[in-house]
């Protein structure tokens, strides 16, 4: 079992930063592949980030590349998303997910979720 733990989240105004980090429960956090998905009002939750265990692969939705970097820390069982150069777009509840298992990149198919946290960017 994981528990995942997001934070970070907030306002900010349109060409703005902000780092998201998502801390997980349990001895076993490196053995997880991680994502970063979001979900605006009335759209349907979309991948954004992945990181594999080691942290060497870390795929990107197109509309987020250039802006945004996943990493992680395997000590600190903590994974973050650092956002840069936000768009109102970008407005969404942040969820960061565990999975063991390999699956398709934007997959949503992951085996535990965060509880999310808000970002809000004003134009």
């Known amino acids: 079992q994981v528990q995942l733990v997001e934070s970070g989240g907030g306002l900010v105004q349109a060409g703005g930063s902000l780092r998201l980090s998502c801390a997980a429960s349990g001895r076993t956090f490196s053995s997880y592949s991680m994502g970063w998905f979001r979900q605006a009002p009335g759209k349907e939750r979309e991948f954004v980030a992945a990181?594999?265990?080691?942290?060497?692969?870390?795929p990107y939705a197109d509309s987020v590349k250039g802006r945004f970097t996943i990493s992680r820390d395997n000590a600190k069982n903590t994974v973050y998303l650092q956002m840069n150069s936000l768009k109102p777009d970008d407005t969404a509840i942040y969820y960061c997910?565990?999975?063991?298992?390999?699956?398709?990149?934007?997959?949503?198919?992951?085996?535990?979720w965060g509880q999310g946290t808000q970002v809000t960017v004003s134009s």
């Open positions: 997910a565990a999975r063991q298992f390999p699956v398709p990149v934007t997959s949503t198919r992951y085996d535990y």
């Open positions: 990181i594999s265990r080691g942290g060497l692969n870390t």
